[in-house]
């Protein structure tokens, strides 16, 4: 990719590549967006970066947490579907 550092640096939603909403268990939900840099005034920035970040939080959280899902904010797609910590398959859901 070749993009332009934005004037003032990255900003967290409006230049993040994913988002990963959790439904805990306490009722909670909570939606949370990639940092996709390793500081704000990264030159480039890497959804590999993001995602290995999320799949920190999502360890973290584990059994906290019902359900997990992480999109791709360009294309809406799911990109990964976590129940209390564990993968699973976006070919079995329902719908």
């Not at 959280?61 to 360009?74: F, L, Q, R």
Request: glycine fraction near 10%.
């Amino acid at each position: 990719m070749n993009e332009q550092l934005p004037k003032g640096g990255w900003k967290l939603g409006k230049d993040s590549f994913s988002k990963m909403i959790c439904w805990f268990k306490d009722g909670n939900i909570r939606t949370m967006f990639s940092i996709d840099w390793r500081h704000r005034y990264s030159k480039r920035r890497d959804r590999a970066i993001g995602l290995e970040r999320f799949s920190k939080k999502i360890a973290e959280y584990g059994s906290k947490a019902d359900t997990i899902e992480v999109y791709d904010k360009a294309t809406g797609n799911k990109i990964g579907k976590y129940y209390e910590g564990v993968e699973l398959s976006l070919d079995d859901e329902d719908g």
